[in-house]
């Protein structure tokens, strides 16, 4: 995991245990996380959120910005897929 998720992992343990009043060294924190708040791990989130953003643009519904430079980087990948 990249230094930068893990900072935005110990952030989101923090809300977390703000919001529910759990202490620092208490258990259970990823089943607080998942199974009561139904939130997800940051690398998962952020997985999430790709996939949304793809779907919209597939689906023609993302912001004009988001769509050229999704076609963009579509055709070049296709391009270095058919031609290795």
Same mark, same amino acid.
């Given at each position: 995991? +990249?230094?930068?998720?893990?900072?935005?992992?110990?952030? !989101?343990? $923090?809300? /977390?245990?703000?919001? @529910?009043? =759990? +202490?620092?060294?208490?258990? &259970?924190? $990823?089943? *607080?996380?998942? &199974? %009561?708040?139904?939130?997800?791990?940051?690398?998962?989130?952020?997985?999430?959120? *790709? /996939?949304?953003?793809v779907h919209?643009? *597939? +689906?023609?519904?993302?912001? $004009? %910005? $988001?769509? /050229?430079?999704?076609? =963009?980087? !579509?055709? @070049?990948? *296709?391009? %270095? =897929?058919?031609n290795?």
């Amino acid at each position: 995991m +990249g230094k930068n998720i893990y900072l935005l992992q110990r952030v !989101l343990d $923090s809300a /977390a245990r703000l919001i @529910t009043a =759990t +202490g620092k060294f208490d258990r &259970g924190l $990823s089943q *607080l996380l998942h &199974g %009561d708040l139904h939130w997800l791990d940051v690398p998962q989130r952020v997985q999430y959120k *790709l /996939a949304v953003m793809v779907h919209r643009c *597939l +689906g023609r519904r993302a912001p $004009s %910005d $988001s769509l /050229a430079s999704f076609k =963009t980087r !579509l055709k @070049t990948h *296709l391009f %270095d =897929t058919v031609n290795p």
